[in-house]
């Protein structure tokens, strides 16, 4: 049992155990898992192996006399020369002028800091006099903000494991260890704290790598399969040959991705559980018609469906998709904030009685005032936008409907497992046939007259072009106030038959309709936008994006932007402006010239920025890891997946005996998870 007061452990009293307390640790297995942030390394090895800007020990002999030179107020500075091996090594130590005494020439000393390659040079940490051979050459550092030193923790944590190191379980079946060749719990535990080598370290690492990411998993399984227990009873009913009837008569063959997506839809409808699927697929890859297809089969069922979009002029795109797809075939409604008084009364009689088939609309949909006759599907378009609030305020309603997300921001797959853990993932990784890719270009601003020729020929051929203006860092005013002074500029430069308009978050609602609706209908030619423009607008006339300082986007908004052209069946163009300073920046400029599959850039992005990047600051919904690296450690991570899936679904955890100390301890673990256990 290691979960017991951390003042169990020798030489720990109340005042150490506060301090330990202000960061978290309260246990004698809190004090165990408190991982070192680095280790410092006492090994002595020859100057040949020793590498530049890292902390080495050296041994050898004082040479001459060292000299010490005072500068400043009580600030000084002391060199010694030490024979290593063949060659003379330079020793620099601050502020330590005492030290001058204890190395007198003839003297052998062991020497640790910091090492300079090129000047044969070290900045001494520590000296001793002798051959000091630590038996512990690699020692853990801490770091801890607050009262504690590392060396304080260190020695607490040692004597823990000499008190304890018994009493860690194992939780892993003996079966795990064997197949992936995982140190125990106990070893584990103590190679982290206090490695033999950085070999077994490297092993206690990927032990805890693997069980972290393991419990992760499990958290998600388990969650996921007590949803499906939760809303047992869910299942829509409908006819697959009536759906499939839909599919034939619509103007275009589903691709195998679609085909393959929108068969785990009906699936999951079907099934006696509530729907809880996110389905990836780039802009224009048919997501929405997958989505179509799927409220179909709603009414099918005798039900409602509803789809949610985060824009009102996305909505009316939607609705007017929507209804040319469906025809006389269902009743289509919308639902909107603007929509108002007598007209909005008329629409929610007709969600009610159920006249309406499908309502389409934005967060007005989830309304109190709002109610369903019997709301079968529910489709979330972009759900990066979408909170998890909203996502309740459904479910609070008292119905618990069958939820597809859609995203046209490809996650690449380690981050979509790790955080929609608990949801179902399709993905439409194909573009229907006979699209052409956008053609994109790299540019520097001098191009730029060049540029407006090119978008001037586009026009006179009846085509339309998009203009993003620089972004100013952290400042949506200078962003607009750039926005409108490109603008202006613009309408000075092009020709007579060309209209600009402009685009940005601060226009009312009605002013940006307005825009949209005169862009969508060619009497703007060219529209010069801040990023707002990004959503779902499709204008398949256009064929132009231009893309100011693109290098201070990621490459996952580069390609949401680019989405917007490339819509229809002409040639499209997307040029990026941008003047990188590093290499990442140039590399990420030229993969944006070279691919243009929106799961393939993901994956790049998160090469290249991290996973913290990858959704920006304000939305990560990532777990924070102590040793995992979803990245580097991706494979693990699948392997995980694979093994609580397993573990889960074949009611492991109750049914094998080897799993009964896992069992045991996620019902400690999980107790605040929401997750129960019988
Ligand atoms: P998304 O929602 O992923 O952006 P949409 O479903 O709106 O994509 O599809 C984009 C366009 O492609 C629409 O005009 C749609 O009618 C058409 N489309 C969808 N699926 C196919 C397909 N399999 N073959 C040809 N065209 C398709
Ligand atoms: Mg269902």
Redesign the pocket.
Known sequence: MIDVPINSVKGVGDALAANFAEIGITTVSDLLFFFPNRYDNYEIKPLSDLLHDEKVTIQGEVIGEPVVTYFGKRKSRLVLRVQVEYAVVKGIMFNRPFAKKQLQPGDFVTLTGKWDQHRLQITIDQYKKGKVKHDQPIQPVYYAKQTLKSSQIKKVIKQAIDQYSAAIDEILPEQYLEDYKLLSRTKAIQELHFPSSFQTLKHAKRRFVYEELLLFQLKMQLLRKQNRERTKGNNQTFDLSVVHQFVDQLP????KA?QRSLNEILQDMAAPYRMNRLLQ?????????VAAISLYASIVAGKQGAIMVPTEILAEQHLD?LRSLFGEKATIVLLTGSVKGKKRKEILTMIEQREADIIVGTHALIQEDVSFANLGTVIVDEQHRFGVNQRKALRDKGIDPDVLFMT?TPIPRTLAITSFGDMDVSQ?DEM??GRKPVETYWVKENMLPRLLQFIQKQIDQGYQAYVICPLIEESDKLDIQNAVELYQQLQETFEQNVTVGLLHGRLHNDEKEEVMTAFASNQIQVLVSTTVVEVGVNVPNATVMIIYDAERFGLSQLHQLRGRVGRGDVQSYCILIADPKGDVGKERMRIMTETTNGFALAEQDLQLRGPGDFFGKKQSGLPEFKVADIVQDYRALETARNDAQMIVYDNLLEKDPAYQPLHDYLKQTFKTDGITFD
Do not use: E
Request: hydrophobic letters at 40%; proline letters at 5%.
């Open positions: 275009f063959v589903l691709t679609q697929g780039d802009v224009g890859s048919g997501k929405t018609a998709s046209a439409i229907p046939v």
